[in-house]
């Protein structure tokens, strides 16, 4: 059971390439999330998935993309990378069955854009 | 929209001592969640308790304990005999029902020896 992973850990992209951050989960959670840390600062929701095939924005979704194919992944896209998108991306997930509402995180994937 | 504060950016403690970190948060809703996250410099993010708001009892984890204040709409965190693997920074987190985390900007905490 290895949890969330993501790949790839770090990255340093040029302003205006294209990127997907992976994320995978084996934990059969239907709810996934992904956030970004800004140095200093907390979390903010990018994007979230209730289930394969739905997702819907976060507070801060400008700027990227996302698909649910399956359970188990949920890649986010950033297509045309800017600096303000240099940050630590988290992705989450979560069973939403009773009263397990924890979220699982996965360790992160720090990109650098210049 | 529902916010979170953390009004102290760092915080330090003694090894072996008590230290309390403050989280206040704005809601209209009654059911809940309220959660504190330790992100260690491997920035893996690390559940350390968790509150039902309509449970009246705080939460208690180990050395980990939470004093929960519905109506003042506080949360903080007590830790107890600290450690200098307590060493990190601290996030409170408010859940809506929807799963969404709400976060706070943080608490680093130092642990002397």
């Known amino acids: 059971n290895a949890g969330v992973t993501q790949t790839p850990k770090f990255r340093i992209l040029k302003i205006g390439q294209s990127m997907t951050l992976q994320c995978a989960q084996d934990?059969?959670?239907?709810?996934m999330y992904w956030y970004r840390q800004d140095p200093g600062m907390g979390l903010k929701l990018i994007y979230y998935s209730v289930g394969a095939g739905i997702t819907d924005k976060g507070e801060v979704p400008n700027g990227y993309n996302v698909s649910r194919s399956t359970t188990e992944d949920f890649p986010l896209r950033l297509e045309l990378a800017a600096p303000s998108q240099t940050s630590v991306y988290f992705c989450a997930s979560s069973p939403r069955t009773g009263e397990l509402y924890e979220q699982y995180f996965g360790p992160g994937t720090r990109l650098t854009v210049t | 929209a529902q916010t979170v504060t953390q009004s102290q950016p760092e915080m330090s403690v003694q090894e072996a001592e008590t230290v309390t970190l403050s989280c206040t948060y704005d809601t209209s809703e009654s059911d809940y969640y309220l959660f504190w996250y330790k992100q260690p410099p491997s920035r893996q993010m690390i559940l350390v308790i968790r509150?039902?708001?309509?449970?009246?009892q705080n939460a208690t984890e180990n050395r980990f304990s939470v004093n929960f204040q519905k109506a003042a709409k506080s949360f903080s965190l007590k830790i107890s005999d600290s450690q200098l693997g307590d060493a990190a920074m601290y996030f409170c987190?408010?859940?809506?029902?929807?799963?969404?985390?709400?976060f706070g900007t943080g608490t680093r905490l130092q642990v002397f020896p």
């Open positions: 934990m059969n959670h239907n709810y």
């Open positions: 987190a408010y859940q809506e029902g929807t799963d969404k985390l709400i």
């Open positions: 509150q039902e708001a309509y449970k009246q």
